[in-house]
Each structure stands twice: as structure tokens, then as C-alpha cells.
């Protein structure tokens, strides 16, 4: 099934790391599969809550250890409405 995408709409992705130079390879690498689009940047835990709110990603790749707020093993608190899986 080489070459057959399973899914004719990119993944919305939201990028969330503090380091500007990682946020931007991660969004060359996974744009240039043509399967992922990335929506939104964050580099911080406050914007990576209001950027999950305002864009809805289907997919947040998230630094664990980020200012602003606690993230990742120490706490995660996402306040969000279920999201409805891909029918794909």
C-alpha cells in the first residue's frame, strides 16, 4: 500500500517547544510529507493551551519540560472537550 494516504486531509499538528529552532525543523520535516499541517506554534504552556482552544489540532507534539507552566511528568492539565477520532 506504498504511496496510498489513508487520510486526504493533512493531521493539524500544534508544535509546543521553547526553542524557536526545533519548532521550526519539526514543522519543515513533517510539512514536507505532504500528511501533516502544522496550525499553530507555542513556546510556552499558557500559548500551547490557547492554541489547542483556538485551533483544535488533531495532533500536539509537546516539549515536556517548558516555562510558563508545568508540563509533562511533573503535571499536564489539559481542559479540553473530547475529541471526535478520525473516521479514517
Known sequence: MSGVALNPEPLR???VDDTPD???LLTMALE???EFE???H????RQAVDSAAAYQP???LL????PV???GSRRCRWSAAPVPRPSW
Open 13 to 15: 499538528v500544534l508544535i
Open 22 to 24: 526545533l519548532r521550526d
Open 32 to 34: 514536507r510529507t505532504g
Open 38 to 40: 502544522v496550525v499553530a
Open 42 to 45: 507555542a513556546e510556552n504552556g
Open 58 to 60: 488533531d495532533l500536539v
Open 63 to 66: 516539549d515536556i519540560a517548558m
Open 69 to 71: 507552566m508545568e508540563t
